[in-house]
């Protein structure tokens, strides 16, 4: 019992310090050493219980032998002791003896068998279970069962101390029905930590710890982060709240739902093999649109019809067949995509309306300036924009795609609303990722029920069209906030848009009435200078037309002009006056 529970002991510090291992300061070295630590743990542990069972067997076949192999020397002693009177003894004596000395000799030959089965035994399950031992085994050869409806084992649970800090315990949890139960050690019995149908699960950074997991109830009032051992346990916890949280559980067989669900959910998925590719999905050209529907990062129809419990919208009236997921976001500009712009001269077109350019910053004096903290979960082109049940149906898409293919990474921004745009921002450098034209949102809404979670769907410009039909693409986020002041935030810079475009065309209106009357009045100038230059030229010319007195020479006669002479002079009036009616 004391080597049982020094192995118990020697255990729990190993698991301790392997769940203590840093996810970005990854040492090789001190990481080796922690799994031996959990490996030779667990394997003393397992050895010690088996040779236990090898003892207590071996005790049972010695209890056939105990008394009689005594009895049997006290026997063959007295024998030797009476053989001085053999006279007394008979042959019966002696067959008695010789058959009791065969049995024994049978009893033990078959004691030797069993304790080398149990040997062999020993060795084969060690062999079975060398892969158990380790805290990470290779996925490759421990494959993970998604179809689960019930589960249960150690995880570390996230409690806060403050604001800022927070302790991790390690408790035994499983799964009631649609409840999550736990049991501290030492407790005789579990309790309830909460209920998990309709919930919604992800795989979360928590800490700088590896393989946690967030559940956050329906109502999003209650959210519990939990630590696997292991990426194979964190997975199958995963799915398994994911099947529950579908109510898969209340069916007669379970199992089967579940695979059948996650089976047509894998089927519907297209991996990128490139980033190059993921990023040629966002051109708008045609070619482009059809090479992104066979290359998205990760694409899922995530159809989930096969659940009896759930009734949801028809998916395909609601999005694109084999709709392409993005689940990260790609920055609008990149080095290597720069210096081909740069290459052919030209800019890059976006659907959204953007242009590759570096957009003109807003003015600092916008009336709306808001800035929130949100999380991408996702983004996939739909069919239409009319109501809010694209949103919702978006959500539950994306969120049962980043369950069933294990999608842990989210990217955090700023999402800053103003009055003429949306623009999500890089925390740490503060460049801005994605820069939205306000008039391209058209619905935006946070879930029903999970008030964190908020949407919004963006249509095209018309030079963003794609054979014939606007492009039309629903993001969704995760705030720390209400989702729903991030759409009453949206909706006010609408009005405010809206408000300011009908006041700047008021405003134009009013400058074009003004130009015109301007225009107006100059050309009643314009005519008035004309009419005043006209009675200028009819005086000049009334003026030139009266006789002029013959001119007097130099001794007072009157002077004789030549022929040639008054001819040249009549020339040079008749010119004088052509040229001023011309003028």
């Known amino acids: 019992a004391s080597n049982g529970d020094q192995c118990c002991n020697y255990h729990d510090m190993a698991i301790n310090r392997y769940s203590r291992l840093s996810k970005r300061r990854d040492n090789e070295k001190v990481k080796g050493e922690v799994m031996e ?21 071996t005790l049972q076949y010695k209890k056939k032998i105990a008394i009689l192999e005594p009895l049997l020397g006290y026997m063959q002693a007295q024998i030797s002791f009476f053989k001085l009177g053999s006279e007394n003894l008979t042959q019966q004596w002696e067959d008695f003896l010789t058959n009791i000395g065969t049995s024994v000799q049978n009893v033990r030959r078959e004691m030797d068998g069993e304790v080398d089965v149990m040997q062999q035994t020993i060795q084969d399950l060690e062999q079975a279970s060398d892969l158990l031992y380790m805290p990470d085994p290779d996925p490759s050869q421990v494959p993970v069962n998604r179809n689960l409806t019930r589960k249960a084992g150690y995880l570390n649970r996230r409690n806060k101390t403050g604001l800022v800090s927070s302790s991790w315990d390690r408790q035994y949890f499983f799964t009631q029905g649609g409840n999550l139960m736990g049991q501290a050690r030492g407790h005789v019995a579990g309790g309830l930590v909460m209920d998990i149908d309709n919930c919604s699960v992800m795989a979360v950074d928590s800490e700088d710890r590896r393989f946690c997991f967030q559940i956050t109830s329906f109502d999003g009032k209650k959210v519990a982060i939990l630590q696997a051992d292991s990426r194979k346990d964190c997975e199958e916890w995963i799915a398994t709240i994911n099947n529950i949280s579908k109510r898969i559980y209340l069916s007669e067989n379970p199992e089967e739902i579940a695979a059948r669900v996650n089976q047509s959910a894998l089927e519907a998925v297209t991996p990128s093999p490139s980033f190059q590719q993921r990023h040629e999905s966002m051109r708008p050209s045609t070619q482009g649109r059809s090479r992104a529907a066979r290359t998205s990062s990760v694409s899922s129809a995530g159809s989930e019809a096969a659940s009896p419990a759930l009734s949801v919208l028809s998916l395909d009236a609601l999005v694109v067949p084999d709709t392409p997921i993005q689940f990260d976001i790609i920055s609008p500009v990149s080095e290597e995509y720069a210096g081909q712009a740069k290459a052919a001269g030209q800019g890059r077109t976006n659907p959204f309306g953007e242009s590759g350019d570096t957009p003109p910053e807003e003015s600092e004096d916008s009336i709306l300036h808001q800035l929130f903290i949100v999380r991408f979960l996702g983004s996939m082109e739909v069919k239409t924009a009319d109501s809010s049940d694209i949103i919702y149906e978006t959500m539950r898409q994306i969120l049962a795609a980043r369950a069933i293919h294990n999608i842990f990474r989210m990217t955090e921004s700023h999402l800053l609303v103003t009055c003429e745009c949306l623009k999500l921002i890089d925390p740490q450098t503060q460049v801005t990722r994605l820069r939205f034209p306000l008039s391209s949102v058209v619905v935006c809404s946070s879930h029903q029920e999970n008030k964190r979670l908020f949407g919004f769907v963006l249509q095209t410009a018309e030079e963003g069209k794609v054979d014939g039909r606007p492009v039309t693409v629903c993001y969704i986020f995760e705030s720390n906030n209400d989702g729903e002041k991030i759409c009453d935030s949206v909706g006010l810079a609408k009005q405010i848009a809206f408000h300011s475009e009908m006041d700047r065309k008021a405003t134009e209106k009013k400058e074009e009435q003004d130009k015109a009357k301007e225009k107006q009045q100059e050309e009643l100038s314009k005519q008035k200078q004309i009419e005043k230059d006209l009675e200028e030229q009819s005086r000049l ?12 020479g130099a001794d007072g006669q009157f002077l004789v002009l030549s022929n040639s002479q008054s001819e040249d002079s009549d020339a040079g009036v008749e010119g004088r006056e052509k040229g001023e009616s011309e003028a």
């Open 37 to 57: 630590d959990v490996y030779t743990s667990r394997k003393k542990q397992h050895q010690t219980m088996m040779h236990y069972f090898l003892a207590l067997n």
């Open 541 to 552: 010319i009334a003026a030139s037309s009266r006789p002029t007195p013959p001119a007097l």
